[in-house]
């Protein structure tokens, strides 16, 4: 697998376009759309908040009815979330100009939203900027580039990447591009993500792909514990690279896994990495767990503990809340079997031995938590299973942002 | 009910101690001794994280063995907890210490510890202190509240009640004190709390009695999300205000148990509205709902959530997001039904009618949010249960205060 340029245009046969709808932010693009030339199976997952956006509800429809689609439109600024019917014939309305802009049918065009949940969407803003969009489509790397940055809220940076492999002796294509940054947990974050893919693949099988790699990519960052009502990755594939049709697993399956996997994963450090305030990436591997899911559960209630936050902001070794978060995530363990390691850079400690604090240098442990990427891992000593969660610390900054977002 | 003076040397034949043993702290009581004239029936209710601290299994392990008690021994300043045999060696040290002090059985004497987690305790400070405590017991308010404060970590001011009633014409008292503030979540908090009272009762009804209290007042409040390894409720009953034996339910158990929710209640508001770096308490009531156990899942992941608390910090009516928040909680519910009023100082406002935001003035709202004490109201128009949640905002303090804790 190589590394390469050009984010969501890297696969063949997609374009994107960013645009300046002024509907929240000023002086910055806010709406992206993603065009294919062909036809595209599509795979989705969503947010599992009761409380559904607008364009989360369009979205999964289309998805679940299983046929093709050609395009998506995405904003910033608001979330149309919690705006009953005049947020969802917003929707409706934005679908309908970009299909009507791109001589496609307006089922054929996804939508998303980002922002402040409980304000209206001004439609015709939406609608102006789908025909905008449509007009400034192109397919280059800088065309990728705007639109990962179009869809940014409170990020600090896009995020975006694409990498070119093979399969069955054909080159093909994946590109993802993503938006973090506040409100994001598990079972979806307040995540906007789109996967493009040239592979030719079946929408079963791109679906089953999505779907698996998930669970421990995605679902597995946390930022500040809440899940939001917007959630939404897709997944675009097209076929142009015509590879020999993907539609059922074996060998072709498991390399496009293994790249859908690499994206994802990428995609979803750097959305914690990039949470909201946060000055640096705290990953949590628990291994020797008994199963995977209470791997899962052990990593993911380290990460969201607000108090192995804060203490990572302060670099503070403070061990004795990641046991404690461990202790209360709802899995049976003993305590006196845990062994805890702190890593950084290379340089890693023993911390904790059978539950009981080791004799680590206070001094040490503080300089290798400075580190602006550090890894708790963690051994159960019950079994063999593992997983690796991801988060960030929590600092002055993230509530600086949460207390006064709207204004 | 009568509000009365004393604390937990309110009730007939209890005394209280504070010393200095500068286990962390200096220049501050951070030891307290409670002590009843006769054999108390005891009740405890304890964390359910299952990283439990040494007092906390000493004390479960009395708790269970359902003899009477006589004292209890507090430190604060490092937790007991993650410390192995050395922790649990050094809780047996100080029970047999002031057991030898005040002449009665090291199983009669219950120990709390709160503080650092992963820190040994000095014991011959702990020695040390538990006879200099015996030796300074007094029945007096000013006991009472020398012990209230003797208790607190990060707390900013002390937490304690009385109040004085009748059962079946005899005049009886209940006193009460606990210590918060951070590490602070449902299933017990990072919380000491000690209820005493002269009321003749059984062990079994006073377990009773407790266990169901603590449901809608302790476990209804969070302050941060972490359940903490230490959290112990324990309610002494000394039985020499020579009421009528409560050995069952009935009307004098109903006048008993709601003095104790009255006692905890309070004691559990004061501990949400001091949580770290706190400036105002968060009330979230939620009626119409279903069931009981989901009006109560309902309310506390509205008070849990991190950017309700920043929204509330910064006076953002930004309500979506405890619609959000409700969506999240893992209850099942039509967003559409969902009406949310936000009230302070007498003053009510109609925020969010079906799920869709009202026309309501955000300068109004602003004002209203600055108060010291807000109330999120909520109705799921599901059915008649309801429940209330206590907690606190999110704050650049409380940030502060966890970044650099052990400093």
């Given amino acids: 697998m190589k590394k390469i340029q050009g984010g969501v245009c890297a696969p063949k046969g997609f374009k994107a376009a960013a645009y300046a709808a002024k509907i929240k932010y000023e002086g910055r693009d806010d709406m992206a759309m993603l065009y294919s030339d062909e036809p595209c199976e599509i795979a989705g997952t969503f947010t599992t908040n009761v409380v559904k956006a607008a364009p989360v509800i369009w979205d999964r429809d289309i998805v679940q009815a299983g046929d093709t689609v050609r395009a ?30 791109l001589g496609i049918k307006e089922n054929e065009v996804l939508i998303g939203s980002t922002g402040v949940i409980g304000m209206q969407l001004p439609v015709d803003k939406l609608r102006t900027g789908a025909y905008a969009l449509a007009s400034g489509l192109e397919r280059s790397p800088e065309a990728a580039n705007r639109a990962a940055k179009a869809i940014m809220t409170t990020d600090t940076h896009e995020k975006e990447i694409a990498y070119e492999f093979e399969i069955g002796g054909v080159t093909v294509h994946i590109g993802g591009m993503s ?11 307040t995540m906007l993500g789109y996967i493009t893919t040239d ?6 099988m791109l679906q089953k792909a999505l779907s698996d790699v998930v669970t421990d990519t995605f679902n597995m ?3 500040d514990g809440d899940t939001s009502t917007n959630d939404t990755l897709l997944a675009f594939a097209n ?30 450090k750097e959305m914690a990495a990039d949470g909201e305030g946060a000055t640096k990436l705290v990953e949590c591997e628990v291994r020797g767990a008994d199963t995977k899911d209470n791997a899962r559960i052990l990593a993911k209630s380290v990460i969201g503990s607000s108090l192995v936050k804060a203490a990572m902001y302060g670099c503070d070794a403070n061990w004795g809340r990641e046991l404690c978060a461990l202790g209360y995530s709802g899995v049976t363990f003993d305590p006196q079997n845990v062994d805890m390691y702190f890593r ?3 340089k890693e400690m023993l911390i904790c031995k059978s539950g009981v604090g080791t004799d680590y240098s206070e001094d040490e442990a503080a300089k290798l938590l400075s580190s602006d990427h550090v890894e708790i891992k963690v051994d159960m000593h019950m079994g063999s299973e593992s997983a690796v969660a991801y988060g960030c610390d929590l600092t002055y900054d993230y509530v600086k942002i949460n207390a006064d977002y709207r204004s």
């Fill in 179 to 189: 938006k973090g940054s506040g409100m994001i947990h598990p079972n979806m974050c």
């Fill in 72 to 101: 998506a439109v995405v904003n910033t600024g608001i979330a149309n979330a919690c705006t009953g019917q005049e947020g969802m014939d917003c929707v409706k309305a934005t679908a309908w100009a970009a299909a009507d802009a």
């Fill in 239 to 268: 076929g142009l690279a015509e590879n020999p049709m993907i539609d059922t697993e074996g060998m072709d399956y498991d390399t496009f896994y293994k790249a859908l996997n690499t994206v994802c994963l990428h995609l979803a």
């Fill in 344 to 346: 950084a850079d290379d």
């Fill in 221 to 223: 960052i946390s930022v």
């Fill in 199 to 204: 592979v030719a693949i079946s929408g079963d």
